[in-house]
């Protein structure tokens, strides 16, 4: 037994000597691109992920191509520090000396950084995605992420209104429409919202049941605002809580498949 104390003493001792004692768990940091939505005049680059560092700061750039075919720097723009934990973070990155094209590709690049000494250095690995500019200027609206938590049960269209009268109508101003997959889950950016509106998603099916559904946010029953507080607004649904109208249908709604 006291041999035993005295090679685990030893080793100890060798441990501490040459710098081979188990370190603490490492830091580390995370990052991913939740959302990007882009303008003719500003993006909004959502990015979420968690630090384990005390003060954190994202590098976010935007290239296009110069007639040249080369990635040219549009714009850099650096967020503000956060510290440690999971963060959800929304960088605005406005452009609007250098207007970007209707149908422009841009590459956004998303860097973490740490405080180290007196300056930030790179932590982590670069996350890169590409994104079509939309049409439309955004430097005074707000933006929408729709996010279903579930599969679409078939092929259809999402759209997103700003409403108002009832709330089982798809009525209102049309913000935007975009196409689903049957059994793929949904994650659409809607740009160019007007900031402090009631938003909602309605869902219209191409076959089986093809009776449009409101599919709430997560806020339900009350209202959903979008709002430049909350970058792309993650509106989350599911389709599988989709809420069917019980008024009667615009007679003009283009989305309805007879």
Same mark, same amino acid.
């Given at each position: 037994?006291?041999?035993?104390?005295?090679?685990?003493?030893?080793?100890?001792?060798?441990?501490?000597?040459?710098?081979?004692?188990?370190?603490?768990?490492? @830091?580390? #940091?995370?990052?991913?691109?939740?959302?990007?939505?882009?303008?003719?005049? #500003?993006?909004?680059?959502?990015?979420?992920?968690?630090?384990?560092?005390?003060?954190?700061?994202? @590098?976010?750039?935007?290239?296009?191509?110069?007639?040249? &075919?080369?990635?040219?720097?549009?714009?850099?723009?650096?967020?503000?520090?956060?510290?440690? &934990?999971?963060?959800?973070?929304?960088?605005?990155?406005?452009?609007?000396?250098?207007?970007?094209?209707? &149908?422009?590709?841009?590459? #956004?690049?998303?860097?973490?950084?740490?405080?180290?000494?007196?300056?930030?250095? @790179?932590?982590?690995?670069?996350?890169?995605?590409?994104?079509?500019?939309?049409?439309?200027?955004?430097?005074?609206?707000?933006?929408?992420?729709?996010?279903?938590?579930?599969?679409?049960?078939?092929?259809?269209?999402?759209?997103?209104?700003?409403?108002?009268?009832?709330?089982?109508?798809?009525?209102?101003?049309?913000?935007?429409?975009?196409?689903?997959?049957?059994?793929?889950?949904?994650?659409?950016?809607? #740009?160019?919202?007007?900031?402090?509106?009631?938003?909602?998603?309605?869902?219209?099916?191409?076959?089986?049941?093809?009776?449009?559904?409101?599919?709430?946010?997560?806020?339900?029953?009350?209202?959903?605002?979008?709002?430049?507080?909350?970058?792309?607004?993650?509106?989350?649904?599911?389709?599988?809580?989709?809420?069917?109208?019980?008024?009667?249908?615009?007679?003009? @709604?283009?989305?309805?498949?007879?």
């Amino acid at each position: 037994m006291k041999r035993a104390r005295l090679w685990v003493g030893a080793v100890l001792l060798i441990g501490l000597m040459f710098g081979a004692w188990p370190a603490a768990a490492a @830091d580390s #940091v995370s990052v991913g691109i939740y959302s990007i939505a882009a303008c003719k005049d #500003v993006s909004t680059v959502t990015v979420n992920g968690s630090s384990t560092y005390s003060n954190n700061r994202l @590098d976010v750039s935007l290239y296009h191509k110069n007639d040249k &075919g080369q990635d040219v720097l549009l714009k850099q723009v650096f967020s503000s520090a956060f510290g440690a &934990g999971q963060f959800m973070l929304a960088v605005t990155v406005p452009y609007t000396n250098t207007a970007a094209a209707e &149908g422009e590709a841009l590459r #956004v690049e998303v860097q973490a950084q740490r405080l180290s000494g007196n300056t930030y250095v @790179d932590v982590g690995n670069q996350v890169v995605q590409n994104v079509t500019v939309a049409d439309r200027n955004c430097f005074t609206k707000c933006s929408v992420t729709v996010d279903a938590t579930d599969t679409a049960p078939a092929a259809g269209t999402l759209t997103l209104r700003t409403h108002f009268g009832e709330w089982f109508r798809p009525e209102g101003r049309l913000q935007g429409a975009m196409p689903v997959s049957a059994g793929k889950k949904a994650r659409v950016v809607f #740009v160019g919202v007007p900031c402090n509106w009631p938003v909602r998603v309605w869902y219209y099916p191409k076959t089986g049941d093809k009776t449009p559904k409101l599919l709430p946010a997560q806020y339900w029953p009350n209202e959903y605002q979008a709002n430049q507080l909350n970058g792309t607004n993650p509106y989350t649904t599911s389709f599988a809580k989709g809420l069917k109208p019980t008024h009667p249908l615009e007679s003009d @709604d283009p989305f309805v498949v007879k």
